[in-house]
């Protein structure tokens, strides 16, 4: 387990993002939010909701990094939930929920744009959290039928 905090840590602060699968999705936070949820409805409305409210409110500073987080995190819960179909690693033989391949894709493009980051001291372990590029943010929003 150190051997994985290291690597983590190293890349984080050399800028290299990597797959969060293996790394985060068995935190306790993160099982924790994927025993709530019920449907892939119920994590695209509420990410949905994120972004439009950062867009509206032009969120920034630590309310972009925390809601940042937040979207990172509801997406691996909602991996767990589907049985990896969207990292593309089994991770349980629990019963899924059903997801369509037009939201593993939605999924997809936003778990590629969770990135590792450091924002306090070195000793604080690095955040997993929402840094899309702008051409992915437009596509993302298309999906969400958030205006541009």
Same mark, same amino acid.
């Given at each position: 387990?150190?051997?994985?905090?290291?690597?983590?840590?190293?890349?984080?602060?050399?800028?290299?993002?990597?797959?969060?699968?293996?790394?985060?999705?068995?935190?306790?936070?993160?099982?924790?939010?994927?025993?709530?949820?019920?449907?892939?409805?119920?994590?695209?409305?509420?990410?949905?909701?994120?972004?439009? $409210?950062?867009?509206?409110?032009?969120?920034?500073?630590?309310?972009?990094? $925390?809601?940042?987080?937040?979207?990172?995190?509801?997406?691996?819960?909602?991996?767990?939930?589907? /049985?990896?179909?969207?990292s593309g690693?089994?991770?349980? /033989?629990?019963?899924?929920?059903?997801?369509?391949?037009?939201?593993? $894709?939605?999924?997809?493009?936003?778990?590629?744009?969770?990135?590792?980051?450091?924002?306090?001291?070195?000793?604080?372990?690095?955040?997993?959290t929402y840094?899309?590029?702008?051409?992915?943010?437009?596509?993302? /929003?298309?999906?969400?039928?958030?205006?541009?």
């Amino acid at each position: 387990m150190k051997i994985i905090k290291s690597i983590i840590l190293i890349s984080a602060i050399s800028g290299i993002a990597f797959s969060s699968q293996i790394a985060s999705a068995n935190s306790p936070e993160v099982q924790k939010v994927a025993k709530h949820i019920k449907s892939v409805g119920q994590v695209k409305e509420e990410i949905r909701e994120i972004i439009s $409210s950062c867009q509206e409110s032009g969120c920034s500073g630590y309310g972009i990094h $925390s809601l940042g987080m937040r979207i990172c995190e509801l997406t691996q819960a909602l991996d767990i939930k589907v /049985n990896g179909k969207i990292s593309g690693k089994r991770l349980s /033989n629990r019963q899924t929920i059903p997801i369509s391949k037009s939201d593993i $894709s939605l999924m997809r493009m936003i778990l590629s744009q969770c990135q590792w980051q450091v924002y306090h001291a070195h000793n604080d372990p690095p955040d997993f959290t929402y840094r899309p590029t702008a051409k992915m943010r437009q596509k993302i /929003n298309r999906q969400f039928r958030i205006p541009v």
